[in-house]
């Protein structure tokens, strides 16, 4: 299984981006999806999650600016993200938790990350 993600880029403080995260590959089904970052010198952090039935979580520091979603049928993962601020900028990796075929065990994958900067 393997995680795609693209949509990063440099944009201006309360600017948007839309963040697109593709799993391709052999697996039963995709439970949770999500998007953590990673700012330079600092650690992983999570800023959202869905789960398979639609149910988001958010890091208290991305609500009211951030929005994830995703289609299930094209096993893809977004963030809308708005308003963005310079403390935002990070390389942000997606993340799918999947049933894989083999043995019908759950693993957790990892996509490449894409890098958002946001100027002040």
């Known amino acids: 299984v393997q995680l795609q993600a693209s949509g990063g880029g440099l944009v201006q403080a309360g600017g948007s981006l839309r963040l697109s995260c593709i799993a391709s590959?052999?697996?039963?089904?995709?439970?949770?999806m999500g998007w953590y970052r990673q700012a330079p010198e600092k650690q992983r952090e999570l800023v959202a999650t869905?789960?398979?039935?639609?149910?988001?979580t958010y890091a208290d520091s991305v609500k009211g600016r951030f929005t994830i979603n995703r289609d299930n049928t094209k096993s893809t993962v977004y963030l809308q993200m708005n308003s963005l601020k310079p403390e935002d900028t990070a390389v942000y990796h997606c993340?799918?938790?999947?049933?894989?075929?083999?043995?019908?065990?759950?693993?957790?994958?990892w996509g490449q990350g894409t890098l958002v900067t946001v100027s002040s």
């Open positions: 993340y799918a938790d999947v049933l894989e075929i083999l043995g019908a065990r759950r693993k957790g994958y």
């Open positions: 590959g052999a697996f039963l089904r995709i439970n949770d």
């Open positions: 869905i789960t398979s039935g639609g149910y988001t």
